[in-house]
């Protein structure tokens, strides 16, 4: 279990996380989501110690993040940020052998080769292993972080909204291989999204944030609700219930 | 391909110079990569480098470099020697190490810098490290005189230069990068100020300076290959010895921080602590080259980049290994050119400018074209 307790962080006047307490599940898949601003983004770099608080603790399966040695950390916990540009020549597999680093420190065991193998295997990377990172499609590099990611095979992994610049075919796709990362191997997954239907879809479990805060927290029958939903986002919207999905549509 | 790799380093390059972050510039490239539509077929197309040529490349370019440094030190150490072998020796033989202390600690510092700050056009002079040099070295002049200054044991000098420049670094990173929320960027510039700030310093003493203690202190910075102080010299191939085994014991460290400060602490990195202790390397090899024949840091960003481009990995076992052996071609075929075919009209330093502006305007227009 991730365990947040009074999270605060500020710049200058402004809080951007207010206060925040919140206990993530060591299962299953949990969403983050809430306006542009309310902090989703900057909770989820204080969990994975990118980003400092100002007050507040936050502990993973009692591991307090901030004080605890880092590879301690990095065997419990991963993060899969937005892509950032590197300038380094890095194949595919060697990105997903980053993965180990934790476990290994740069000399790979038998144990990571099997992992880095599994990993590329799980995210249908098979045929792209000895291409460099910087010549993939966005959909293909994004599978490649999250092959990354497995390879590091921690309980609890984190996703910054992970569907940003994807199409629906790469975005669907990858939600059903997060899906499957907690129905199959017994992952707690936790991401921000933007698209409240993927969230509906496809989670557990969703907190709502709007000015700095927790709003909302429960399974997405009780947040995707219009009233909910208003209280989130500040606009009305309309719920259908599609085929046992709740849908909510906003865009008229 | 080739094209939108091009595209991100010209907005890394531009963010770079006009002063902008690669944070800033970072998100805008990636939208660039990420939103050009391709087609899984063409994409699919491509010949697949595979593991095996790229060991093979490998194994041809370290050949290759081998052999290039030994002819360039073959050549070097007989060129018009005219039967004086047992003058000529001895003296080239220790201009020859001087080549290669100085060659290895600039081409590691530099790779180390440009690791750090994910930055392929940066050197460790942007922080103003060689310009703290110079401060120094002129300001003991100025205070003291050239008489007293002359007579400090060189030994103790170099020791309290490479202690000031190791120790400006800490503080430079404890202090600007101490609370996490600004970026190893926000140093790099302060790095700038002060480097403006000390050379501003330096010529204002130049200008006020006795024009004979000028020309004391003007033989003293540009130390040149041809009058090398052997003390210094084994001093500096102690300390450069101390710094590459550093740095090759932190290679696992250097190839994940390629991956940036987040995914790096992700992993587990503790990358405070790595930042400054490789930011200690870097100033304490800056010092060593500096001390030996002041500043030439355009050598690095040459080198660094030649061998990114001959290896094409991100490792850095074989990075800093390469751009050691090319730094170390470079300046010895560079000597060489001067001495016997220049006869001493100009430096070396100048030759190594001349060569690598060269290649860099070469870069440039074939990445503006492609």
Known sequence: MITIDSVIKTYGETTVVDAVSLELPDSGVTSIIGPNGAGKSTLLSIVSRILGADAGVVSVEGLDVFHSPSREVAKKLSILRQDQHTTARITVRELVEFGRYPHSHGRLTAECHAAVASALEYCDLADLVDRPIHQLSGGQRQRAYVAMVLAQDTRYVLLDEPLNNLDMVHATGLMRLLRSLA?????????????????????????????????????????????????VYGMPFRVHDLDGERVASYYR | ???????????????????????????????????????????SALPHASQEPRERRLVVVFASLALLVVGAIALYLTWGVDGHWDFAL????????????????????????QTLTQNRILT???????????????????????????????????AVNAGLMMGAATLLFRWVLGDGTRGLYTMVLVGVIAGTFFGSLTSFMFRVMDPNEFDTLMDQLFASFNAIDTTLLGISAVLLGVG??????????????????ERAITLGLDYDRTVTVLLLIVAGLVSVSTALVGPITFLGLLVANLAYQLTRTHRHVINLTAAGMLAVVALVLGQAVLVHVLHFAGTLASIINVVGGIYFIALLLKEARA
């Open chain 2, 90 to 113: 001895p003296r080239r033989l220790e201009q020859v190490a001087a080549l290669i202390v100085v060659g290895v600690a600039i081409a590691v510092s530099t790779v180390i810098f």
């Open chain 2, 1 to 43: 391909m080739r094209r939108r790799e091009d595209l991100s380093r010209a907005d890394a390059r531009v963010a770079s110079r006009t002063g902008g972050t690669t944070g800033a510039a970072t998100p805008g490239a990636h939208l660039t990569q990420v939103e050009i539509p391709r087609e899984p077929a063409a994409a």
């Open chain 2, 244 to 261: 590459i085994v550093a740095a090759y014991r932190l290679v696992p460290r250097l190839d994940v921080l390629v991956l940036g400060r």
């Open chain 2, 124 to 158: 460790p002079s942007i922080m103003g490290f060689d310009a703290l040099y110079v401060l120094l070295a002129t300001t003991l002049v100025f205070v003291l005189g050239s008489t007293v200054a002359e007579s400090i044991d060189p030994l103790l000098m170099y």
């Open chain 1, 183 to 231: 129905d199959e191997r017994g992952k707690s997954v936790v991401l921000v999204l933007h698209d409240i239907n993927y969230a509906s879809a496809y989670s557990d479990r969703i907190v709502a944030m709007r000015d700095a805060k927790v709003v909302v927290d429960g399974p997405p029958a009780s947040v995707i609700t219009p009233d909910a939903l208003e209280s």
